[in-house]
């Protein structure tokens, strides 16, 4: 089993429509989760973290996090064109500052 | 612009030769992180330092590879006697402690090995 898995995709979304990415992590240890929008050639860019059980919005995107199911997701709601990208999934090792990371789920927003 | 930055942004060499990566953190990040990413996969760490001292190192990386960050400022990744395999992106990261550890990414150095 990896440490953090992702659904490699494409995931193919309506514009306008909402986008749920979803990730599993195996360390209960992890105290740390962020989403990362990867564009083609470029490198990660942050757009969330998430700390606590629950969901954390900013903006059109929602992460949402359930320690006890060792899942964190992230909503992209109005979704557009330019959120097609690749989004990766980071989680902290043993509450350390290493991230292990998923290999992303290849989104596309279709107009 | 006060981002990460990192240089040379794209290198080619022949198997064998040696290569150095230079990155610059943000300025007040006591956190520096370098990467590697392969096609389709995620970054694969592969090690970390904590102002100038390198605090963890992937057993994924090779004697060939080495870091540093002297003066807890800029870093360095050399690449002795490169191989086809090192053919990547290298990735630098840097953050701020303590508390979170959002990280911030640099735009990379593609290297090709041929």
């Known amino acids: 089993q990896k440490e953090v898995e992702q659904n490699s995709g494409p995931l193919s979304v309506p514009e306008g429509a909402i986008a749920s990415l979803n990730c599993t992590y195996s360390d209960r240890g992890s105290q740390s989760f962020f989403w990362y929008r990867q564009y083609s050639g470029k490198s990660p860019e942050l757009i969330m973290f998430?700390?606590s059980n629950g969901d954390k919005e900013d903006g059109r995107f929602t992460a949402q996090l359930n320690k006890a199911s060792q899942y964190v997701s992230l909503l992209i709601r109005d979704s557009q064109p330019s959120d097609s990208a690749t989004y990766l999934c980071a989680v902290n090792k043993d509450s350390n500052y290493q991230l292990i990371w998923g290999a992303g789920t290849k989104l596309i927003i279709k107009p | 612009d006060t981002g990460v930055s990192q240089d040379p942004r794209h290198k080619i060499t022949k198997r064998g030769q040696n290569v150095t990566f230079r990155c610059d953190p943000i300025s007040e990040h006591n956190r520096l992180y370098w990467y590697r990413q392969t096609l389709g996969q995620g970054p694969e760490f592969l090690t970390y330092f904590q102002n100038e001292a390198q605090l963890e190192k992937s057993r994924l990386l090779s004697d060939r590879f080495s870091a540093e960050r002297p003066k807890g400022s800029f870093s360095t990744l050399e690449i002795q006697r490169t191989e086809q395999g090192d053919s990547a992106m290298y990735l630098c990261?840097?953050?701020?402690?303590?508390?979170?550890?959002?990280?911030?990414f640099g735009p990379g150095t593609r290297l090709t090995v041929l």
């Open positions: 990261a840097s953050s701020y402690g303590p508390g979170g550890d959002e990280q911030f």
């Open positions: 998430i700390y």
